[in-house]
């Protein structure tokens, strides 16, 4: 293998990561704010991109189409914190999961019932299209390292709020102590619906910038959505610096695996036995991954003890 | 608590009486639904072993039932070609009988269930939850990529497996066998839950402090329950196999995980008849809703939504108007 | 010091910048009670669980019936014999009062992997439960689910689950807290007999009933041992006084 497929593949995998870190990202903050395990999070990845693909068929604008995606999944975010999540915050976990769960059952149902059960395709607009030459003259697509901007601006972004600014104080202080906060006159209720509302948008970018590469279907959402459960575990729950090196670790293990692996047994085993056991090996590694990290460390990498 | 023993035998009357009017009216169709409700309820009841019993809140039991329904496609399929499934160092053949193929679909899945189990107890609360969930998942995924035993397409099976003195292939038949299965696991579940085991596991749910500092092994305890647990879904699993008489990947998807918890859900937490009232409604939600709207998840997905917040306890717990089971 | 039944030596435990045991170092001896005292936060709890097991100390050894039990599970200790009530009730509240001391015999007997024969119907078990019960005077709510116990109910069962395990030495944090007058006056009798069989390490709050209890009284402050000895003893320390008593009497 040539050291540029390999560089490829890396970027390909810090793509992958990064996309992930926007899902763990939220799964992680609305978990160490609240308390709260939310399954429905990949239906909040689908509807971003249901409605970039809905938007963009409109206007033919993808950035607008972006826009969308946030705006929806933040919306409906929102209104499902509002009618259904905030019930379920003193429940204990299997509650919140088998609530979050019909939540899936109704989104994805809907989602077919309005769009059809046919795929959309979300095209990727004409200005990111094509490929860049990096440094070292690699070749590789504009869209996709867009994308790993995209995510490490996020990041930037979200360590940014949650340790200079005063919206981030109160995320600290109600992973810390509830009471606290309420005494300090925060209404809390708002501020959950906040965090939600932007878990919520940071799922429905994810979903909307993968939809221009894969295909806009339903039960898009819970493969990734379980992929980030394997990132925060990997990580340690509540924290966001655990999320995104979860994140980059998965997405790079899963990536490199799938290349190198089948190429890795080709060297002592036949042709076409080495690609059956090499990709069923990969389908699996992440998970091996993390059963390595629960050996190690039960609580995750960045965890708590 | 008398109550809710009426309950129970209610229900089980309802599910022979059922299928044996329908064997008399001639509706094989209506037979196959509740042998499909039977073999659900098993996979419930053993899942509400650790999740009720236990509280262990497993979203990864879909491993377990597909691993059960693998067992019989791959020791059928072996059989129906006339292929050995391996020769050295010794000669194992595949089986088209019921019995053996139960028995390893049981050992199989209490094997993963170990490995699984002893990973995943390391943890608790919602990393339980989600280790369990992405174990899951990668059975899921290794089925799909490992092209031997069809891959993403799964393997059909021409013929039912046999069993002694029986006509598998005759609907009622086939219902009798999953359903004395699923008494004879109700008895000894039963038995198990008031057995000095089943107190240490329920106490430690309550509260693991109390349980350590009687001097029990909790997370023994827990993994032994989680082993057992996954055996008795396999053993569903490899029914479920022979009723459809096919086997795919999508018996070890989250869905299926998510469903078995749903029987427990609707029909009630930690009762021993809960999976059983469960499967039985969702049977028939899935028959009459699905006769209505092409959409009927969405129902499903509302009514499952309503009875978690606002109706704790299930249907049995409805019924007998007690949230908890007591002694049941 | 051979004789002691428990011995923690110079057990250490921080939580980030909190010395929480700073060097602790004492010992129960047969056939006494030894109180634990000292103001709230001083780091009584947290020594009671290294000592128990839940808790693992940064340095030290907790010595248990000639045995180094700093590496044993908590499981295992109270297998060894270590029998333990909480602050704060720790009880399988859904259960009947009869099923919590059933759980301590099966715990007690190790038969928590028998699997088919119904534990609340075993003669062995309910035997060795029962006998608990009747000694803590809760013989009567036997069919009463733990959570329609009164506050001091859950105390008495509390100890009656330890008795369960007939232990070479019981851990009691605050056994009293929330009990009434009359309950603590009767409690305190009680210990005054149960420590003839078994030694005591109470944590306790009531200083009267310290006072009355107590064979030897430790002073723990901030993590620290000041002053151990016997009842006069200790109410002379000038330490005390000052660190503790002190503080009792202002309030
Ligand atoms: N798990 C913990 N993490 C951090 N601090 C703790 C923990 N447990 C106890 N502490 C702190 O250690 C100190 C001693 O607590 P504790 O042993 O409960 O005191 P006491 O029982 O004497 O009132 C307190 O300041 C308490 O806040
Ligand atoms: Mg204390």
Redesign the interface.
């Known amino acids: 293998m040539t050291t540029l497929l390999l560089i490829e593949q890396v970027l390909n995998g810090l793509q992958f990561g990064v996309m992930l870190f926007l899902m763990a990202a939220g799964l992680t903050l609305i978990f160490g704010v609240m308390g709260l395990i939310n399954l429905a999070h990949g239906s909040l990845y689908m509807i971003g991109a249901f409605a970039a693909a809905a938007v963009a068929g409109w206007t033919g604008n993808f950035f607008l189409a972006l826009v969308a995606s946030l705006i929806a999944a933040a919306i409906i975010g929102a209104l499902i914190e509002l009618t259904v999540i905030r019930r379920l915050y003193d429940r204990d976990h299997l509650e919140q999961v088998l609530a979050t769960f019909a939540l899936i059952l109704i989104f994805s149902e809907a989602t077919r019932w309005v769009f059809g059960s046919f795929p959309l395709f979300l095209n990727i607009p004409d200005v990111l299209n094509g490929t860049v030459t990096l440094p070292g003259g690699i070749q590789y697509s504009l869209y996709r390292l867009t994308i790993i901007l995209i995510g490490l601006a996020v990041a930037a972004g979200l360590f940014l709020l949650i340790s200079k600014t005063r919206v981030g104080m109160r995320i600290r202080a109600g992973e810390n102590d509830r009471e606290m906060i309420a005494a300090l006159g925060v209404d809390i209720s708002v501020l959950y619906t906040m965090v939600f509302a932007l878990g919520a948008a940071l799922a429905g970018l994810s979903g909307a910038l993968v939809g221009a590469i894969q295909s806009v279907e339903v039960g898009m959402g819970e493969p990734v959505l379980i992929l980030a459960f394997v990132v925060i575990v990997i990580g340690g729950i509540g924290s966001i610096k655990g999320a995104l090196a979860g994140a980059i670790l998965v997405g790079l293990t899963d990536t490199l695996g799938r290349t190198m692996l089948p190429v890795i047994f080709g060297t002592f085993m036949e042709p076409s036995a080495a690609t059956t056991v090499g990709s069923a090996l990969a389908s699996m590694l992440i998970y091996i991954l993390m059963a390595g990290v629960l050996l190690y460390k039960p609580t995750g990498l960045f965890g708590s003890t | 608590m008398m109550r809710e023993r009426h309950i129970n035998m209610i229900i089980l009357a309802l599910l022979v009486l059922v299928p044996t009017y329908a064997h008399f009216a001639e509706e094989p169709f209506t037979i196959t639904l509740a042998t499909r409700a039977v073999i659900f309820a098993l996979a419930g009841v053993g899942l509400n072993l650790a999740?009720g019993q236990g509280g262990l809140?497993s979203?990864g039991h879909a491993a377990y039932f597909g691993m059960g329904g693998y067992a019989m496609g791959i020791l059928a399929s072996h059989a129906q070609n006339y292929e050995p499934i391996m020769e050295v160092p010794f000669l194992i053949e595949g089986t088209n009988s019921m019995p053996v193929i139960w028995l390893v679909a049981i050992v199989m899945s209490a094997l993963l269930a170990l490995l699984i189990g002893a990973?995943?107890l390391?943890?608790t609360?919602?990393?339980f939850?989600?280790?369990t969930?992405?174990?899951g998942?990668?059975f899921y995924?290794?089925t799909?990529?490992?092209?031997a035993y069809g891959g993403e397409d799964g393997l059909s099976i021409y013929v039912r497996n046999q069993f002694p003195g029986m006509n598998t292939l005759d609907p009622i038949q086939f219902f009798s066998i999953c359903f004395v299965l699923l008494c004879a696991v109700l008895f000894l579940v039963n038995?198990?839950n008031?057995?000095?085991?089943?107190?240490?596991l329920?106490?430690a749910h309550?509260?693991e402090?109390?349980?350590?500092?009687?001097?029990?092994?909790?997370y023994?305890?827990r993994l032994?329950a989680f082993v057992i647990s996954g055996a008795i879904t396999g053993l569903a699993g490899a029914l479920f196999a022979d009723l459809n008489r096919f086997v795919s990947p999508t018996m070890f998807s989250?869905q299926i995980s998510?469903e078995i918890?749903?029987f427990i859900?609707l029909g009630g937490?930690a009762r021993l008849f809960g999976p059983v009232a469960g499967a039985a409604l969702y049977i028939m939600l899935e028959h009459f809703l699905g006769g209505l709207s092409e959409?009927?998840?969405?129902y499903?997905?509302?009514i499952?939504?309503f009875v978690?917040?606002f109706a704790k306890g299930g249907i049995i717990g409805k019924l007998s108007r007690k949230e908890?089971s007591?002694d049941g | 010091m051979t004789d002691s039944i428990l011995t923690v030596s110079d057990i250490h435990k921080s939580f980030g910048a909190l010395k929480a045991s700073d060097g602790i170092s004492l010992d129960l001896k047969p056939g006494e009670i030894h109180a634990l005292i000292g103001p709230n936060g001083a780091g009584k709890s947290t020594l009671i669980k290294q000592i128990a097991g839940g808790l693992k100390p940064d340095s030290g050894t907790v010595w248990f019936n000639g045995k180094d039990v700093t590496g044993v599970s908590t499981a295992e200790r109270a297998r060894l014999g270590l029998g333990r009530t909480f602050q704060i009730s720790a009880l399988a509240m859904d259960y009947t009062v009869l099923e919590n001391v059933v759980l301590g015999a099966v715990g007690q007997s190790g038969s928590a992997f028998s699997f088919f024969k119904p534990a609340m119907k075993d003669a062995a078990l309910l035997k060795r439960a029962r006998a608990a019960l009747e000694r803590v005077g809760l013989r009567k709510r036997e069919e009463t689910i733990t959570s329609e116990l009164s506050h001091g109910q859950r105390r008495q069962l509390e100890v009656a689950v330890a008795l369960t395990l007939s232990p070479k030495a019981f851990l009691m944090d605050e056994p009293m807290a929330g009990m009434g007058g009359e309950g603590s006056k009767a409690l305190t009798g009680f210990l005054q007999e149960l420590k003839k069989e078994a030694p005591i390490l109470l944590v306790e709050h009531d200083m009267d009933a310290v006072f009355a209890l107590a064979d030897r009284i430790s002073v723990l402050v901030y993590g620290k041992i000041i002053a151990t000895g016997n009842v006069d003893e200790v109410r002379s320390n000038p330490d005390v006084r000052v660190a503790y008593l002190g503080e009792e009497d202002a309030a």
């Open positions: 999740l809140v979203f990973l995943s390391r943890t609360g919602v990393y939850i989600m280790v969930l992405a174990f998942q990668m995924y290794f799909i990529s490992w092209p038995r198990l008031k057995s000095p085991f089943g107190l240490a329920n106490g309550q509260n402090e109390r349980a350590l500092t009687v001097g029990i092994n909790v023994r305890v032994v989250w998510g918890m749903i859900i937490v959409y009927w998840f969405i499903l997905g509302a499952l939504l978690v917040l908890i007591h």
